[in-house]
């Protein structure tokens, strides 16, 4: 079967910073999303990887490793409003997204 | 703003009632989704539609079923609603269809069925 890990939930300081991880099996890969969702509110976009490598994007960045199955978020100069849910999604064989149930960040002043 | 809209926000419904969810888009979009949010639990496609005139199961349809007459409107129905439908609804949309462009999500729909 298809399957993304991520932990459930995480803790870290405002001003710090917090590396999300993603593992995946999934049937083939055309790509991995990073979604930012705001409790009670819709998921918006954050990054998209298909190559080998780190994407920086002002304080995220978004790191992934075909090979590995792997991929991780990362947020510098923590904030408060950087307080959310972050869904990692990949893009299967069949172009079918496969999501994560998602990690609860909590950030702590 | 452009964007997506889903009606209604929230909504408590008896069990066996009918139900559609409305979704519409400004932004001219090909493709668009429905997806339900459960606890602890990825986002799961129900249905998706390419483009206007055509639709597509996803992984979760049963129960479920949806129209595209054009290309801003995308409404899902439930037909006898469950207390399993019980979820979080939402509906988004991207420019080319195959997944690899950015989704753009309504604000969602919260549906409680008793």
């Known amino acids: 079967g298809q399957n993304i890990d991520q932990p459930t939930e995480m803790t870290a300081t405002e001003g710090a910073i917090v590396q999300i991880n993603c593992t995946y099996q999934t049937s083939g890969f055309n790509g991995l999303f990073w979604y930012q969702q705001h409790a009670g509110e819709a998921p918006t976009f954050l990054s998209y990887n298909v190559l080998d490598g780190l994407e920086e994007k002002g304080r995220f960045s978004s790191f992934l490793s075909r090979s590995k199955g792997y991929s991780y978020l990362l947020l510098k100069e923590l904030q408060m409003k950087d307080s959310a849910s972050y869904l990692c999604?990949?893009?299967?064989?069949?172009?079918?997204?496969?999501w994560g149930a998602g990690t609860k960040l909590i950030i702590k002043p | 703003i452009a964007g997506i809209t889903q009606a209604p926000t929230s909504q408590i419904l008896a069990a066996g009632r009918r139900m559609t969810l409305r979704c519409t888009q400004d932004?001219?979009?090909?493709?668009m989704y429905w997806y339900r949010q459960d606890l602890g639990l990825g986002l799961r496609l129900i249905h998706y539609s390419n483009t206007a005139g055509t639709t597509g199961k996803g992984e979760v349809p049963d129960g479920y079923s949806v129209s595209r007459a054009n290309t801003d409107d995308f409404p899902l129905t439930l037909a006898s609603a469950v207390p399993s439908q019980t979820s979080v609804y939402f509906c988004a949309s991207s420019a080319g269809s195959g997944g690899t462009g950015e989704l753009f999500f309504g604000e969602g729909s919260r549906l409680t069925v008793l």
């Open positions: 999604a990949v893009l299967d064989s069949n172009y079918q997204l496969i």
């Open positions: 932004m001219r979009h090909n493709a």
